[in-house]
T-cell receptor, first 112, second 116 residues
Framework: GNSVTQMEGPVTLSEEAFLTINCTYTATGYPSLFWYVQYPGEGLQLLLKATKADDKGSNKGFEATYRKETTSFHLEKGSVQVSDSAVYFCALGKTSGSRLTFGEGTQLTVNP | GAGVSQSPSNKVTEKGKDVELRCDPISGHTALYWYRQSLGQGLEFLIYFQGNSAPDKSGLPSDRFSAERTGGSVSTLTIQRTQQEDSAVYLC??????????????FGAGSRLTVL
């Protein structure tokens, strides 16, 4: 079946540090890949997505590239801010609409 | 409405009682999902409704859990004879059905259930 594995957290960084949160997946076919973010006290919201191999999703300075050869979708940001402190979830979904399978989430804390 | 609305936002109940959680999806969204988020855990899929198709109930943890979606809109998740391990945040999400590509889910703020 489909599964998503994220790097274990929590991750603590200083402001302006480089961020990588690893995500690998197992799926049949060609899933779409997503990163969702949950800010403190808020609901989950889509951060970025990629729908086919070699696509790069980007938003708010975050980027992730769909790597089929390594079945990965690592999240990166060159310079994190305190406001990026949140829980980040990697997810995959099959085409034509279906449920999303989520990773366990990675808690990121950015200190000033 | 503008977003996915869930109620109640918080529910405290005694072990053995039944609870109902409500989700009002975004108007026009044909797909509706229920997930559960336990403390320190990821998102656990519960059930998925897609239009008039039979729902995907494969994530429901036991027969104490059930859900229905009336008129293709509002959904109710019912937990019977609640147990302490049912304590979690229950998240509802909805999405449109696009001709291609997996759907982007819009989540509600969740219903926090505490079973004493």
């Amino acid at each position: 079946g489909n599964s998503v594995t994220q790097m274990e957290g929590p991750v603590t960084l200083s402001e302006e540090a480089f961020l990588t949160i690893n995500c690998t997946y197992t799926a049949t076919g060609y899933p779409s890949l997503f990163w969702y973010v949950q800010y403190p006290g808020e609901g989950l919201q889509l951060l970025l997505k990629a729908t086919k191999a070699d696509d790069k999703g980007s938003n708010k300075g975050f980027e992730a590239t769909y790597r089929k050869e390594t079945t990965s979708f690592h999240l990166e940001k060159g310079s994190v801010q305190v406001s990026d402190s949140a829980v980040y979830f990697c997810a995959l979904g099959k085409t034509s609409g279906s449920r999303l399978t989520f990773g366990e989430g990675t808690q990121l804390t950015v200190n000033p | 409405g503008a977003g996915v609305s869930q109620s109640p936002s918080n529910k405290v109940t005694e072990k053995g009682k039944d609870v109902e959680l409500r989700c009002d999806p975004i108007s026009g969204h044909t797909a509706l999902y229920w997930y559960r988020q336990s403390l320190g855990q990821g998102l656990e899929f519960l059930i998925y409704f897609q239009g008039n198709s039979a729902p995907d109930k494969s994530g429901l943890p036991s027969d104490r859990f059930s859900a229905e979606r009336t008129g293709g809109s509002v959904s109710t998740l019912t937990i019977q004879r609640t147990q302490q391990e049912d304590s979690a945040v229950y998240l509802c999400a909805s999405s449109p059905t696009l001709p291609s590509g997996a759907n982007v889910l819009t989540f509600g703020a969740g219903s926090r259930l505490t079973v004493l």
